[in-house]
């Protein structure tokens, strides 16, 4: 997953020069699961394991990053999460695998989590001094740092956790209809792009089948 540059080109309206601008696109999904345990391995530790269970929540279930971080802790300790996406308003449910289970359930210990708490909370507090959570740009803020430290061909952004958690539910199931409806995308094709399915793919697909 690297850094990609998309081009266009500018043209002066004074002078009719015209110039080339590289602008960044859009991150890509993890592609390759010993990268994505590399990053496991550095966040998990003291210092960052609000982080490290940031990451394996996203990367697990495919919610954007607003709505990982209203979470609460009673919203996950069924084994089976119920939401409401913030973005669409359409209603989302999920079981918490194994993994992720694990990873949470030893958080919340750790920390001594109430049910009340939120999942990723914060230091700060609202007017009624009630804890808040981690904001947006804490979360990316954090996660870039680590990320990029230690792959720097990673462009980051919080869209990585879902659209990576996307691209590796496809490659379990084969399934891109049932990754569409996990994402709530309105299509297909939307999935494919949003999860980075290429031509590439496509060859490959075909080139295994020999019927």
């Not at 002078?15 to 496991?40: F, M, Q």
């Not at 869209?159 to 199931?173: A, D, I, N, P």
Request: proline share 1%; charged share 25%.
């Amino acid at each position: 997953m690297v850094k990609k540059k998309s081009k266009f080109i500018r043209v002066d309206k004074n002078t009719g020069i015209k110039s080339e601008i590289n602008t960044a696109v859009a991150a890509e999904p993890i592609k390759d699961r010993a990268i994505i345990e590399g990053i496991k391995t550095a966040l998990n530790n003291k210092k960052t394991r609000k982080y490290y269970a940031l990451f394996c929540t996203g990367i697990n279930t495919a919610l954007r990053i607003s709505d990982i971080l209203k979470l609460k802790v009673s919203d996950v300790k069924s084994g089976y999460v119920h939401t409401k996406e913030t973005k669409t308003g359409k209603n989302k449910q999920f079981p918490i695998n194994s993994i992720l289970k694990a990873v949470l359930e030893n958080y919340i210990r750790e920390f001594n989590l109430k049910d009340d708490d939120y999942l990723f909370y914060s230091n700060r507090k609202d007017k009624l001094k009630n804890i808040k959570a981690i904001d947006q740009s804490q979360a990316y803020r954090k996660l870039k740092e680590v990320v990029e430290r230690l792959y720097s061909q990673i462009h980051f952004s919080t869209h990585v956790l879902r659209k990576t958690c996307g691209y590796w539910l496809y490659q379990t199931t084969n399934d891109i209809t049932l990754v569409m409806h996990s994402l709530n995308h309105s299509s297909v094709s939307v999935t494919m792009r949003y999860i980075g399915l290429t031509q590439e793919n496509v060859d490959n697909a075909f080139n295994g089948l020999n019927l």
